[in-house]
T-cell receptor, first 117, second 114 residues
């Protein structure tokens, strides 16, 4: 299996521009997570999908952030407009969620390093 | 509220010596506990997890962790450290109150010196 695939791996953009990050989960997994990692705040859960439906978006920092999952094999995280404080590494993770939700393992992609100038 | 503490920002160990990376947690229900490792410029890789049963869990790369309910701890251990074990290690916990979302520790940087 190819694992979780994220693109691009690196993104450098200017403040005010729109940024779109992409994720392809592991085939057969029914849950998808978007995380953000910074030195100051560590690893933060932004949003969580189950069967393509957003379940918990309480971690999305503000309206500038949006996420979609149009089908089981693709998700996007969009930032519009981007700001320098959005600079971070963004990870996507997927999981095959069974009856015991918390016991299932999340598998992470390699991340997208975003720099907003 | 649920929480995870990794009390050491950094752990230094000589190659060949045993290593321990500490993790304590606070949850109201029965915890599910996880360890992940992150190498530089890479995503997090799953090492091992405790769900139920035997308190000693064995995982990838020779790592193991011991669940101690009375001390609410889940320390990561390895009998003999390798330089290649140098990385950032994260402990995480989930339970019913967290809606089974992972609550993450801040991470511990493990440095293995030759």
């Amino acid at each position: 299996d190819a694992g979780v695939i994220q693109s691009p791996r690196h993104e450098v953009t200017e403040m005010g521009q729109e940024v779109t990050l992409r994720c392809k989960p592991i085939s057969g997994h029914n849950s998808l997570f978007w995380y953000r990692q910074t030195m100051m705040r560590g690893l933060e859960l932004l949003i969580y999908f189950n069967n393509n439906v957003p379940i918990d978006d309480s971690g999305m920092p503000e309206d500038r952030f949006s996420a979609k999952m149009p089908n089981a094999s693709f998700s996007t995280l969009k930032i519009q407009p981007s700001e320098p404080r959005d600079s971070a590494v963004y990870f996507c993770a997927s999981r095959q969620t069974s009856g015991v939700n918390g016991a299932d393992t999340q598998y992470f992609g390699p991340g997208t390093r975003l720099t907003v100038l | 509220a649920q929480s995870v503490a990794q009390p050491e920002d950094q752990v230094n160990v000589a190659e060949g010596n045993p290593l321990t990376v500490k993790c304590t947690y606070s949850v109201s229900g029965n915890p599910y506990l996880f360890w992940y490792v992150q190498y530089p410029n890479r995503g997090l890789q799953f090492l091992l997890k405790y769900i139920t049963g035997d308190n000693l869990v064995k995982g990838s790369y020779g790592f193991e962790a011991e669940f101690n309910k009375s001390q609410t701890s889940f320390h990561l251990k390895k009998p003999s450290a390798l330089v290649s074990d140098s990385a950032l290690y994260f402990c995480a916990v989930s339970d019913l109150d967290s809606n089974y979302q992972l609550i993450w520790g801040a991470g511990t940087k493990l440095i293995i010196k030759p």
